[in-house]
């Protein structure tokens, strides 16, 4: 789970609350942050204040809602909290709403907050996600439903990591020798024309790799995913004889 599992606690999550509106919710979410220390009131107030200006950017997939805003002195460390709803709300969003799901974050410097932002945006590859955490009774189920999410991501990328780590020092090789002049720069050869070919085909076939490992993950015949993102990365693929 890689960064959020240090930051996700069980005193940073409650189940099944009640909320009057997405204000309402958005407050208690903040609570949690506050009360874990990471952040002051006014950080909460301004997730409310952003949202009133900007609109609900912060509903980012059907049925959750990412509460954030930008630090001004207010957060004293990365913090996030998962709210879930008895009853959902609405934050005003055409496609999205109504939401049941509140995951809050706040991060001291703007780097870090999209690092966290990319990396919980990563539950939505399993279309399932949200309903599932929504039905957590607890904290701890709900950390455990938090941890399934990627330990499937981990597993469809552990078994081709020593691919990627070799093209990567490929590329890095071989940019060192070109730097130092021990090898010309020259694309048209054929050993570089080779060299290429080998680091870049790892990164071409990357998804498909995935998509192989994904499918053994989710016991489904590991050949028709392959299929599937073959179709998907090459629209003529199933024209072909």
């Known amino acids: 789970m890689g960064m959020l599992k240090d930051l996700l606690t069980p ?14 919710a958005v407050t208690q979410a903040g609570a949690l942050l506050e009360a874990a220390g990471k952040c002051d009131h006014s950080y909460t107030e301004s997730m409310i204040a952003s949202i009133e200006k900007f609109g609900p950017y912060v509903v980012l997939e059907e049925g959750v809602a990412m509460p954030h805003a930008q630090s ?3 957060v004293s460390e990365e913090g996030i909290c998962i709210l879930t709803l008895d009853e959902p709300v609405r934050f005003g969003h055409d496609e999205y709403d109504p939401v049941s ?8 410097n703007p780097r870090e907050h999209l690092d966290c932002l990319a990396e919980l945006a990563k539950i ?17 189920d709900v950390i455990a439903t938090m941890d399934s999410f990627f330990e499937y991501l981990s597993d469809s990328f552990r078994p081709i990591l020593g691919v990627l780590l070799g ?12 730097s130092l002049n021990v090898i010309p720069n020259d694309e048209a050869s054929a050993g570089w024309v080779f060299v290429k070919a080998i680091w870049k085909g790892v990164f071409y076939f990357l998804p498909i790799m995935v998509a192989y490992n994904a499918s053994k993950k989710l016991d489904i015949d590991p050949w028709v995913g392959t299929a599937v993102i073959l179709s998907l990365l090459t629209p003529n693929y199933l024209g072909r004889s």
């Open 11 to 24: 005193d940073a999550i409650r189940c099944h609350v009640h909320a009057m509106d997405w204000r309402d």
């Open 72 to 74: 001004n002195g207010n």
């Open 101 to 108: 799901v509140l995951i809050g974050i706040c991060a001291p």
């Open 167 to 178: 093209a990567s020092i490929i590329i890095a090789l071989v940019n060192l020798l070109i």
């Open 124 to 140: 939505f590859d399993d279309e399932d996600a949200i309903p599932k955490l929504a039905a957590c009774a607890t904290p701890e």
